[in-house]
C-alpha cells in the first residue's frame, strides 16, 4: 500500500502527515515476514514517512504472544529472529512449527527446502501445532506476482492433516491488537489496504471501515468476483485523505 518493491507510492508520505494534522492515530499493520520491524520504520523513514518504530505491527511480534512458553521450529528468514525473541526456537521435539515469509533471494530456497520442510512435518507428525506468520498466496513486486508462503503452509496442512493458526492478517486477533493499541473502536477505525483477502475482509470481521486501494495487489476482477465489498475504493493512498474528508 506504501510501496512495491521499496519504490515508495506517489504521495504517500504527504497524505500520512496530513492524516497525522488532521488528528487521526496511525497503525502500520504488515504481513511483511522479509524484514525486521526496525528495517520497515528505517525503509519508511528513508522515504519521508514519520513513523515511530512501535507504530508497526508485525506477524513476528503476534507469534512472541501466541507463542511464549512453546518449543518452536520456525521457518523464517534469518531477518526476522530478532523479531522472534521470547520464543524458544529448536531443531527437534517442538511444540510448535512456525512458517515464515517467502522472497526471491537464494535464503527463501534453504529455508523452505525440501529437507526443512520434511522436518516440519515429522514434527506436526509427532502433535506439534502448525502456526503461520500469514498464509498470503502471492506478493506483488516490481516485475509482477510472486510466490508467497500460502504454498507451503498449505502443503503442511494437506500432507500432515492440520489446520494452521494464521497470527498476521486476515485474523481477527491481529485486527484487534491494532485497534487495542490505538485504544480505538473497531466500527470507528479504518483499515487502507490493497489486499481485498487479507486487509478488507480481515478488517471487516471485527467491524472496522475499509478502503481499498488500487496499487500493489488491487485487481479489478478480484472485486468484482468478491462478496466483499470496501466502504471505499481510491486510486491510491495519496487520495485517501480528501476522500475521508468527504466521506466523514
Known amino acids: 500500500m506504501l510501496h512495491v518493491s521499496g519504490d515508495p507510492i506517489p504521495g504517500s508520505a504527504d497524505a500520512l502527515r ?3 494534522e488532521d488528528g487521526h492515530r496511525l497503525r502500520f499493520v504488515t504481513n511483511t515476514t522479509t524484514r525486521s520491524r526496525l528495517e520497515l520504520a528505517e525503509q519508511l523513514r528513508g522515504e519521508g514517512i514519520e513513523v515511530e518504530d512501535d507504530e508497526i505491527q508485525t506477524a513476528a511480534a503476534a507469534a512472541v504472544r501466541a507463542l511464549k512458553g512453546k518449543r518452536v521450529l520456525a521457518l523464517t528468514m534469518h531477518a526476522l529472529v530478532a523479531d522472534l ?4 526456537l529448536v531443531g527437534e521435539n517442538a511444540d510448535a512449527v512456525l512458517i515464515g515469509g517467502a522472497d526471491e533471494t537464494p535464503e527463501a530456497g534453504l529455508v523452505f527446502s525440501y529437507m526443512n520442510l520434511a522436518r516440519a512435518f515429522a514434527e506436526l507428525e509427532l502433535g506439534a501445532d502448525l502456526y503461520c506468520l500469514h498464509r498470503n498466496r502471492w506478493w506483488q513486486t516490481a516485475r509482477g506476482p510472486l510466490l508467497d508462503a500460502g504454498a507451503f503452509v498449505a502443503g503442511l496442512e494437506y500432507a500432515a492433516e492440520v489446520e494452521a493458526t494464521v497470527l498476521g492478517k486476515p ?3 491481529y485486527f484487534a491488537a491494532a485497534c487495542e493499541a490505538l485504544d480505538a473502536d473497531p466500527q470507528m477505525a479504518w483499515m487502507v489496504g490493497d489486499d481485498l483477502e487479507s486487509d478488507i475482509a480481515g478488517a ?3 467491524g472496522m471501515h475499509t478502503v481499498l486501494v488500487r496499487t ?4 479489478p476482477d478480484a472485486v468484482e468476483a468478491s462478496r466483499v465489498t470496501p466502504d471505499g475504493i481510491i486510486s491510491s493512498i495519496g487520495h485517501l485523505p480528501d476522500w475521508l474528508e468527504e466521506h466523514l
Not at 525473541?85 to 524458544?88: K, P, R, T, V, Y
Not at 500493489?216 to 485487481?219: A, E, H, I, L
Open 18 to 20: 496530513r492524516l497525522r
Open 171 to 173: 485474523s481477527p486477533s
Open 204 to 206: 471487516r470481521g471485527i
Open 216 to 219: 500493489g495487489k488491487f485487481r
Open 85 to 88: 525473541e521470547g520464543i524458544e
